[in-house]
């Protein structure tokens, strides 16, 4: 196997970036709105658990994403745990996982009591990938009563969560058409996608239930806070209710009627979200023109190649992905290495979660093959908008 040429692909990212400080993978970036909105609810006092950013960014949320209803929450890692409750996972379930993903998407399944279960994603996506998956249910699952069950295990398989990686949209027609089959509740990990379309329908339309984030690192950033979008009225009530302590509306004394979570988004952050939110159409589209910078650079590369949006979708590009063409792990860490050394932030994906020590035993495919070559090429470029001018 060849060595990667390193000098060359740090040269192909600094034609790209163009720049002498520091190159962070995603930074936030903040304008004078964001100061406006910020200072504007200083003065109002309302910086805690009410106020009217929080019903301005919700507003604006379901406008963007065409969603019916969106629910403002602490944190995306909380909007999923949500999410799995209210689409009815009971504890002692399984809920199908990828095994590439960031670690809440694994964690909240067990917030809900319910086991994750590992399976691979598609190299065209990195996604779930459907065929794969509609082949290993057809082999250790059987349908009793209209639901699924894993015949090695004998517990019930109700759910599958999809992770939309890096902002690119998993294969939405043939994860609906599985999900039917076998009776498979559909939630969509939509953290890293907010600006991502597939077929035109914006991601986190697909399932019942669907979580953003708006972490630091995202696409646009509340400084923390997360979403739940659905497009059920009801779910969308409860997931207000019980994402604010489940208070009965309208009584002096406290009272709740069921358990609920402090899982509030304080106006603080929602004023600084729905300032980012404005900005996002821009951070797009200076985002799809850093993709093509990249293609440019990388296109007469021979040992790398970069990833771009699967068939019949339009991608935000949150990260742009540079792949190894011969997968290996200590090629990937040589150039991690050097690119540090150059003041270039590249990161390798997530380790896989069936390697996580707390999900070592849990069950998973047996051939993981995909994601574990993914771990041993993918590398993350810097991507923040303010690569490209404004
Ligand atoms: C960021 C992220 C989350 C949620 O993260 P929070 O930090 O809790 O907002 C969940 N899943 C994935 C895949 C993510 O990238």
Request: with cysteine; proline share 4%; charged share 20%.
């Given at each position: 196997?060849?060595?990667?040429?390193?000098?060359?692909?740090?040269?192909s990212i600094?034609?790209?970036?163009?720049s002498?400080?520091?190159?962070?993978?995603?930074?936030p970036?903040?304008?004078?709105?964001e100061?406006?909105?910020?200072q504007?609810?200083?003065d109002?006092g309302?910086?805690?658990?009410?106020?009217?950013?929080?019903?301005q960014?919700?507003?604006?949320?379901q406008?963007?994403?065409?969603?019916?209803?969106?629910?403002?929450?602490v944190?995306?890692?909380?909007?999923?745990?949500?999410?799995l409750?209210?689409?009815?996972?009971?504890?002692?379930?399984?809920?199908?996982?990828p095994n590439?993903t960031f670690?809440?998407?694994?964690?909240?399944?067990?917030?809900?009591?319910?086991?994750?279960?590992?399976?691979?994603?598609?190299?065209?996506?990195?996604?779930?990938?459907?065929?794969?998956?509609s082949?290993?249910?057809?082999?250790?699952?059987?349908?009793?009563?209209?639901?699924l069950?894993?015949?090695l295990?004998g517990?019930r398989?109700?759910?599958l969560?999809v992770m939309?990686?890096?902002?690119?949209?998993?294969d939405?027609?043939?994860?609906?058409s599985?999900?039917?089959?076998?009776?498979l509740?559909?939630?969509e990990d939509?953290?890293?996608?907010?600006?991502?379309?597939?077929?035109?329908?914006?991601?986190?339309?697909?399932?019942?239930?669907?979580a953003?984030?708006f972490?630091?690192?995202?696409?646009?950033?509340?400084?923390?806070?997360?979403?739940i979008?659905?497009?059920?009225?009801?779910?969308?009530?409860?997931?207000?209710?019980?994402t604010?302590?489940a208070k009965?509306p309208n009584?002096?004394a406290?009272?709740?009627?069921?358990?609920?979570y402090n899982?509030?988004?304080p106006?603080?952050n929602?004023?600084?979200?729905?300032?980012?939110?404005?900005t996002?159409?821009?951070?797009?589209?200076?985002?799809?023109?850093?993709?093509k910078?990249?293609?440019?650079?990388?296109?007469s590369?021979?040992?790398?190649?970069?990833?771009?949006?699967?068939?019949?979708?339009?991608?935000?590009?949150?990260?742009?992905?540079?792949?190894?063409n011969?997968p290996?792990?200590?090629?990937?860490?040589?150039?991690?290495k050097?690119?540090?050394q150059?003041?270039?932030y590249i990161r390798?994906?997530?380790?896989?979660?069936?390697t996580?020590?707390?999900f070592?035993?849990?069950?998973?495919?047996?051939?993981l093959n995909?994601?574990?070559?993914?771990?041993?090429?993918?590398?993350?470029?810097?991507?923040?908008?303010q690569?490209i001018?404004?």
């Open positions: 196997m060849d060595d990667i040429n390193i000098k060359n692909i740090i040269s600094q034609q790209v970036c163009a002498d400080s520091p190159l962070p993978l995603h930074e970036e903040i304008t004078e709105l100061k406006h909105y910020l504007d609810c200083l109002s309302w910086i805690s658990s009410a106020g009217k950013y929080v019903d960014f919700e507003q604006s949320l406008q963007y994403t065409g969603a019916k209803y969106a629910i403002a929450t944190n995306g890692t909380s909007a999923l745990h949500i999410c409750l209210l689409a009815g996972i009971r504890p002692g379930e399984e809920v199908l996982v590439l670690i809440a998407t694994a964690n909240a399944v067990c917030y809900a009591s319910a086991t994750p279960h590992f399976i691979d994603v598609s190299e065209k996506t990195l996604g779930v990938d459907p065929d794969k998956l082949a290993y249910l057809t082999e250790i699952a059987e349908m009793r009563q209209n639901a069950y894993n015949k295990t517990r398989i109700s759910a969560v939309h990686s890096f902002g690119h949209p998993c939405m027609e043939k994860v609906l599985l999900c039917d089959q076998f009776k509740k559909l939630i939509a953290a890293e996608s907010l600006g991502s379309f597939y077929r035109q329908k914006h991601t986190g339309n697909f399932g019942v239930l669907a953003l984030s972490n630091g690192n995202k696409i646009i950033s509340s400084g923390g806070g997360g979403a979008l659905t497009n059920n009225k009801s779910l969308a009530q409860q997931a207000k209710h019980i604010t302590t009965i009584r002096i406290s009272e709740h009627d069921q358990l609920g899982y509030r988004l106006n603080l929602a004023a600084l979200g729905l300032a980012q939110l404005k996002l159409e821009n951070k797009l589209s200076r985002k799809r023109l850093l993709a910078k990249y293609w440019e650079a990388f296109k590369h021979t040992d790398v190649t970069l990833f771009q949006e699967p068939e019949h979708c339009q991608s935000n590009y949150w990260l742009n992905l540079l792949l190894l011969s290996s792990l200590q090629q990937r860490d040589q150039l991690i050097q690119c540090h150059n003041n270039i390798p994906a997530w380790g896989l979660m069936h996580q020590a707390i070592v035993k849990n069950p998973h495919m047996p051939n995909v994601s574990e070559k993914l771990f041993d090429s993918l590398l993350c470029l810097p991507s923040s908008p690569l001018q404004p």
